[in-house]
């Protein structure tokens, strides 16, 4: 059995028992699937997109009073004159859609910038004014609410019992489910993933993480109120409460109990929260007397104790135990692949990355100071010099990371400077990270397929129905490729984060090269490999000159270094001291001189030996 028949089997037996289960239990299972939907929404915008919020509930409520107020309102009845009233709901529906589409947008907008725990605080904000707003609108109905909402009825049939809008909730969530893990398993997912890295690795990746930041948040937004749809017609009468700041929390509640990163533990968090609930509230006031608020205090308690025992929720553990049983899902062979795009690279010799009197200052500090370098198109170009020289600083200069504060870089002869890191990418520059960024729970293809994002063309809903397999069979195959190239065929298949840290950076090297890069920056690729995979990367270096790309290394290890550039720049204090060929460099006095007069910097070997 694997987890697809497991799935499958769950779907058949709540279709099988649906008609047998008493009220009480259709109605606490539709609650479970209305709550898991907005759960789910969270997972991909805090689980796997690393943004908290705690204001869900107020989209929910703008799907609920959306509906309602089309529903009753006697302006909208007169407005749209003779319309025939089954068709209310589903105009609620997309009018629901359309103003959190705009809210969610526009409130992503201005709070996704935000970084640190000010994005969650911002939540929380919204989250109190839409309760207030809900309550405080009189053609809302203020705190009183809005009564008589109708059925949804569908081809005639009207869905007005729990049974029959439990049997569309647990559809639709269904097929949320579905469209979300499709999502997750695609070029799109995998950028998503990215974004809760941080920036810069996937704007280095081509990824528009503003873009994609927002996305994420109008998604989980139109999600949460679809729910809020499905809510207004299956209470047939809403108020505030429902959508205030505390049910905003406890939806967070779901999505991290369940396992935050893991859609189907959106599902198990809220069924496990929905009937905690519901057995403290008989149980507590028969033990403790119905004077006191007792559930919240247990509930809460309850939620420390599952978070300090499984961390990162039940669903992965569940998932483990179930592993042990379950075969693993055999990958379908891929049918169609398409052909990637592939530019051609420049002629050998022409510059390709141009550097011209670039000056760094933080504050007072010149971290760079006007300097100057060229990489051509066929050569490895090196940057030395000893800790805190200005090497990983002119690295952020060139590849779009940070600003030069004064000061030219130039990318296949455009001027790129203030250009985002994505641009850089888009113009052919790939790189690796002095500090290895990696998504180290996801396997070592996945990383290195995203090094080809910005070579795939499919979006979101392409995702989302499985348009995209053939798309995705080649970015897999290019991914493939690129691993066995850098030696690492027999990881392709591991969390990346359970390789060596050499190989990680090995991984990251193969990720570069999966975007067909012409210009590649490599920060320290040979630290910590052993002389093996270090005579294997300048092997794959040198090949990888002589198709034609043009290579930037910063590399400590000078024996590498010296044996495999074809120039080398020095820099000491932020300037350039020396450049040349190894034999030049390594000859020079100034070079000697920093090397062997700096206190923290070993002298290198290579250095030395000429110096003797
Ligand atoms: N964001 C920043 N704000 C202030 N100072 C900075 C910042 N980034 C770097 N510096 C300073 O700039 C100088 C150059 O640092 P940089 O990290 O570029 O050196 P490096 O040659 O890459 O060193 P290493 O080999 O140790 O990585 C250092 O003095 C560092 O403290």
Redo the contacts with the bound molecule.
Sequence with gaps: MTRRHLTLAFIVALAAVWGFLPDFSVTVLSYIGLYALVAAGLVMLTGVGGMTSFGQAAFVGTGAYATAWICTSPLVAGALGGISPALLPWLGLLFGIVVTFIIAWGLGAITLRLSGHYLPLCTIAWGLSFYFLFGNLEFLGGHTGVAGVPAIVVGGLSLASPRSLGVVIWGVLLLALWALHNLLDSREGRAIRALKTGRVMAESMGVDTGRYRIKVFVLAALMAALSGWLYAHMQRFINPTPFNLNIGIEYLFMAVVGGAGHLWGAVLGAALITLLKEQLQDVLPSLLGSSGNFEVIVFGLLMLVVLQRFADGLWPTLARLGGRFLKPVAPRPPGRVLALPEAALPARGRTVLEAKAVT?R??G?V??DAVSLDVKAGEIHALI????????????MISGV?DPTEGEVRLMDKAMTGKPSREFAALGLGRTF?HVRLLGQRRVIENVALGAHRRGRRGWIASMLRLDRAEEAALLAEARRQIERCGLAEFAEVPAGSLALGQQRVVEIARALAGHPAVLLLD?PAAGLRHLEKRALAMLLDQLRAEGLGILV?E?DMEFVMNLADRITV?EF?AVIARGTPAEVQADPKVLDAYLGGVDEPAPKAVVEQAA
């Design positions: 760094k933080f504050g500090l971290a760079n010099g000893p800790n805190g020289a200005g090497k990983s600083t002119f690295f952020n940070d002095q320290e910063v400590h820099l932020g």
